[in-house]
Nanobody, 113 residues
């Protein structure tokens, strides 16, 4: 099973930025659609952003214009650049390969003054 390892989380003030990374251990990374999900305490996991192997991206309404998903197929890595962070963005962020049970361990993002 493919391993996914997220990094880049932390504590940031409202209005700040973070850049999350997710490294995948698979030779087929370049053809996979990759997802970023998040889960806040007491809430269901929600899809934040998605990027196809060809680089087409989609976003949840709540993050459109603030978050940018990208990928580097040579490095088997997908990124989530998060700008203008809000307290409601606080959650554990996970990456996932579309239509698989491959999930990372998650990285905590806390937005607080």
């Amino acid at each position: 099973q493919t391993q996914l390892v997220e990094s880049g989380g932390g504590v940031v003030q409202p209005g700040g930025s973070l850049n999350l990374s997710c490294a995948a251990s698979t030779v087929y990374f370049n053809i996979y659609t990759m997802n970023w999900y998040r889960q806040a305490p007491g809430k269901q996991r929600e899809l934040v952003a998605q990027i196809t192997g060809g680089g087409n991206a989609n976003y949840a309404n709540s993050v459109t214009g603030r978050f940018t998903i990208s990928r580097n197929n040579a490095k088997n890595t997908v990124y989530l650049q998060m700008n203008s962070l809000k307290p409601e963005d606080t959650a554990v962020y996970y990456c996932n390969i579309l239509h698989t049970d491959s999930w990372g361990q998650g990285t905590q993002v806390t937005v607080s003054s």
